[in-house]
């Protein structure tokens, strides 16, 4: 009994002891407080996240509880992303990630005196890294990646020494990298990844002696590898991947000395010269290796290094020359030694059959996925592959036996195979019926681009486990089989027939995809026709562009709004009004109803706001009419917007200047636009493709133009045009393997190419893949007024610049050589005067001019270009002179030549000959002809005279006729 109480009483003595420690140590201001008691939210730093978000835009409302206006929320450790001390009531940690916001960062973050972790990656940030943040020592977690910010690494990050984790990935980072960087000797993760950084990478580096990952990769960093990084021994992660720049001897042997190293990453070093790989051997613990795209051609023996590496699983080598190392192996290593390796990637080698004797070491039964694209291989003799679920046969260019491929599982028990990507190989023959159970696995198959027409392949309705079918490209001329829409019930997540010949109506789609998946469904460019029936609710991807669809397009109003990224009608002949639920598609992206016959009003209510995520809104060549909705103005993703083709009335709105920044194409042309062209299009500082054309603006052409940033650079921004269309789950089945591979390779699930429909040089033609080198401004067919301003002539990178069928006057401005970009140039049908610039000789890239019916007077300008033109070109300009015109400028000495008596039609005939020759010959041979020979007749007056004269004298030698015609080609200079 008295040993219980006596336990009671310890254990009274200890809480109390407990209590009085915690209330002592969490006493504020002189004041005992209950450890169960949490501090209200601070008055400042409520006031500091208040701010900082009224200078950003919440497009997801993520931020909704971040308000006062309620007595609830009046406690900001409450609001989203907020994390405070439980204790103090200071917020000591943000978490933001993914949340869809924009503006800039406000310099209240730095009333946050407490705060040790600030995550504001994945978002779409203006402007530059802030220099404040140099401000915050207690951060000890900073991720910025992925938010779209420019400019360099502030160097007062170099004060944030208790960082232990730095991601600035991902952003348009430009500059060096600053060598203050290095005393972050806290770090354990830097992640400088996918940035425009130039210049060498700091030998400071080599001080963060506690990094574990560590990654530069895809940048353009220059020079070689520091052999200081051999002193970051703790690395466990290393990638330097994408430096098209570094050269030389450039992978130090010292990185021999990274021991710990799990993950190594040096693909692409494309200048870089590596004469062997022995330090690897020292790596005992690596079991991730990539050198895409680094060569290994003098690298001996490199077989052996690689199967000493007992815990390698991964390993790719695509494009590094394997072909041409001399001895790939010992033979006696290779023989006593097993291959740990699960994911080869050895494409892009141009490897032969001969190469079979070291591939197969490295393919032993733990081999899940190989990659063989881009070789010559036949695909015999791979050995027995047993347990491979992936195999990428893409691209080989030797000629590939289907049934030959599949023999390679002909001695299996069991065939594990279960993705097949063979995609522009050159097949042969079909699978038997022997064959067949060795796909009998396989749920998902691409064989596009492998001429398996003109027949639709009937095998492939054999594979009942199929989930992704991939037959695009494939000179097929048939129609669908009808029992081919019922072998996958409720199954398909994956189908693309597009680009084939393919003929005939669509059976239901619904009974055939999943109800459970995420589908894709892609028929474009095809001959299918009639309505179209049901589509699956969760529907991913929807392309039926290129068709001879028709009907109405209600049946978009069964798909769920919540999973549609990418929708493509567009090139057939749909009819009817825009159905209302097209406005309600949270995750769309791409939105292309183009050249159909659509009629009708876009929605001038809010309800457009559900397309906030909209990157590509293309309603081209329809039938729409009224005026630009406001609605329009919350896409404010977008950056292809093209609405040209319709009927749309009034002004061109200024809310596209204001709002829509991200645009790099605008095409409002062929419209019945009214108005000024407004200022606010100067603020589109991404502005690649401006299309006013036929409308009837008035006013004068902005002075702003010269704002539109993009055109003034000469470089081509590209992958403007490319829209990755991430899908938030696996599509079917797909296993880590293929989304780990996807993710190494760079490809989204689903990718689409911008396509427009574009005036060149007096033709409508389509551009896409190559959209992203055009810089175009075209206000032609309109009524604009006043001169062309000089400002104009700041676009150096613009290629086509047409203000063509206006009433423009003044002068052609003498800057104009200023645009050495130029290819094509329309001022024709104006009121312009005075002389054509001397400086237009020095467009040495000008392929299209028209100048013709203006008021333009004096010489045309010699130069190879513009004596090229076409005589057309100039007309209509009453005092314009000089070559090619027939027109002879004053003080030249000419004179008119009488008719010659007798003169034919056919003389008029051979003379019509003479000049299309004389244009084509001086198109192609000017550099030398013209000013060698022609120049000197035609420039010098003595010299002409005396060639003529010369002529004459030659009368009795020549045909009669020869001296005919030599008067005319007198009246025809001189005229």
């Not at 406690?75 to 009531?89: D, I």
């Not at 973050?109 to 890294?129: A, K, W």
């Not at 089945?733 to 760079?746: E, T």
């Amino acid at each position: 009994m008295c040993h219980k109480i006596l336990h009671l009483v310890l254990c009274i003595l200890s809480i109390l002891l407990l209590w009085l420690k915690t209330t002592t140590s969490t006493s504020v201001n002189h004041r005992l407080v209950p450890a169960a008691t949490h501090y209200k939210c601070i008055d400042k730093e409520r006031d500091a996240l208040l701010d900082f978000k009224s200078h950003i835009q919440d497009l997801d409302s993520l931020l909704s509880t971040w308000t006062i206006e309620k007595e609830e929320n009046y406690e900001c450790c409450n609001w989203s992303g907020v994390t405070c001390n439980n204790q103090t009531g200071h917020v000591t940690e943000l978490h933001l990630s993914s949340y869809s916001l924009g503006g800039k960062i406000s310099h209240s973050l730095v009333n946050l005196s407490y705060l040790s972790y600030l995550d504001l990656s994945e978002n779409s940030f203006n402007g530059t890294i802030p220099i404040f943040i140099g401000s915050m020592t207690q951060l000890g977690y900073l991720d910025l990646s992925f938010s779209s910010f420019k400019g360099t690494i502030p160097t007062s990050v170099g004060s944030l020494t208790k960082l232990t984790r730095l991601d600035l990935s991902g952003n348009f980072l430009t500059g060096t990298i600053p060598l203050i960087i290095g005393s972050m000797t806290q770090l354990n993760y830097l992640d400088l990844s996918d940035n425009s950084f130039s210049g060498t990478i700091p030998r400071t580096v080599g001080s963060m002696t506690k990094l574990r990952y560590f990654d530069l990769s895809r940048n353009y960093l220059e020079g070689t590898i520091p052999t200081s990084i051999g002193f970051l021994t703790k690395l466990t992660h290393l990638a330097l991947s994408d430096n098209y720049l570094l050269n030389g001897t450039c992978i130090p042997l010292e990185l021999g000395n990274l021991t710990n190293l799990q993950e190594l990453a040096l693909g692409h070093l494309t200048n870089c010269t590596v004469e062997n790989i022995d330090w690897l051997s020292h790596m005992s613990d690596l079991n991730y290796l990539m050198m895409d795209g680094t060569s290994l051609a003098k690298a001996n023996k490199w077989v052996n290094v690689i199967l000493g590496l007992q815990k390698l699983s991964f390993l790719s080598l695509s494009g590094c020359n394997l072909s041409q190392v001399m001895h790939s192996y010992s033979s006696s290593f290779v023989n006593s030694s097993s291959s740990s390796i699960n994911n080869l990637y050895l494409d892009d080698n141009n490897l032969n059959s001969s190469m079979y004797h070291w591939l197969l070491p490295l393919t032993s039964n733990k081999l899940r996925y190989l990659d063989l694209s881009k070789n010559m291989l036949d695909g015999k003799s791979l050995g027995y592959l047993c347990s491979l679920t992936n195999l990428e046969f893409s691209y080989n260019s030797a000629v590939v036996n289907l049934s030959d491929l599949l023999n390679n599982w002909s001695g299996c028990t069991s065939v594990a195979l279960q993705t097949l990507e063979a995609l522009y190989s050159r097949f042969t023959g079909v699978p038997s019926e022997a064959h067949m159970p060795n796909l009998s696995n396989v749920y998902y198959i691409d064989l596009s681009s492998c001429n398996l027409g003109p027949l639709f392949p009937k095998w492939i309705q054999s594979l009942k486990n199929l989930t992704r079918l991939n037959i695009a490209n494939n000179n097929i001329s048939d129609t669908i089989p009808t029992e081919f829409w019922n072998i996958w019930p409720s199954q398909l997540v994956y189908l693309n027939l597009s680009a084939n010949n393919i003929r005939g109506e669509v059976r239901d789609l619904v009974s055939n995809f999943s109800p459970n998946d995420y589908s894709v469904i892609d028929l474009s460019y095809n001959n299918f026709y009639g309505h179209i029936p049901k589509v699956p609710s969760i529907l991913a991807s929807l392309d039926l562009s290129r068709n001879k669809f028709h009907g109405g397009i209600s049946f978009l109003c069964h798909i769920s709004v919540e999973f549609l990224r990418y929708l493509d009608l567009s090139h057939n002949s749909f009819t009817g009004k825009l159905p209302d639920c097209l406005w309600h598609f949270k995750e769309l992206k791409v939105l292309n109803l183009g050249s159909n016959n659509l009629s009708g009003r876009l929605p001038a209510s809010a309800s457009v706001d559900s397309l906030i995520r909209l990157e590509v809104l293309s309603l081209y060549n329809n039938n729409l009419f009224g005026e630009l909705p406001l609605s329009l103005k919350s896409c404010t993703m977008l950056t292809f917007l093209d609405l040209g083709a319709n009927k749309f009335t009034g002004n061109v709105p200024l809310w596209i200047g204001e709002s829509l920044s991200r645009l790099y194409v605008l095409n409002l042309a062929s419209n019945k636009l009214l108005g000024h062209i407004p200022l606010q299009l100067c603020q589109l500082a991404n502005l690649q493709i401006l299309d006013l054309s036929m409308n009837n603006l008035n006013g004068t052409i902005p002075t702003c133009l010269n704002n539109l940033i993009t055109m003034v650079q000469e470089e081509a921004l590209h992958k403007q045009n490319i829209h990755g269309v991430t899908i938030t789950a696996p599509l079917g089945q797909i296993n880590s393997h293929q989304l780990y591979s996807s993710l190494l390779k760079s490809i989204p699930l689903l990718i689409y190419v911008d396509n427009a429909m574009i005036h060149w040089q007096g033709i409508i033609r389509e551009f896409s893949t190559n959209i992203v080198f055009l810089k175009i401004i075209d206000l032609s067919q309109n009524k604009l007024t006043g001169q062309i301003p000089y400002e104009i002539t700041d676009l150096h990178g613009l290629v086509s610049l047409n203000l063509s069928n206006n009433a423009l006057d003044g002068k052609i401005p003498w800057t104009i050589a200023k645009m050495r970009n130029l290819l094509a140039l329309d001022l024709s049908r104006n009121n312009l005067s005075g002389d054509i610039p001397s400086s237009m000789t020095q467009m040495n890239l000008l392929g299209y001019l028209d100048v013709s019916y203006n008021n333009l007077s004096g010489r045309i300008p010699s130069s190879t270009q513009l004596q090229s033109f076409e005589p057309s070109k100039y007309k209509g300009n009453a005092e314009l002179c000089g070559l090619p015109l027939t027109r002879c400028c004053p003080g030249d000495g000419c004179s008119e030549v009488p008719p010659v008596v007798g003169e034919s039609e056919d003389d008029e005939k051979e003379i019509d000959e003479l000049w299309r020759w004389f244009y084509i010959g001086g198109a192609t041979g000017f550099p030398i002809g013209f000013w060698i020979v022609c120049g000197t007749i035609l420039l010098n007056r003595r010299a002409r005279y005396a060639y003529f004269h010369f002529l004459e004298s030659l009368h009795d030698m020549v045909y009669v006729k020869v001296a005919v015609f030599v008067a005319k080609l007198k009246r025809f200079v001189c005229k």
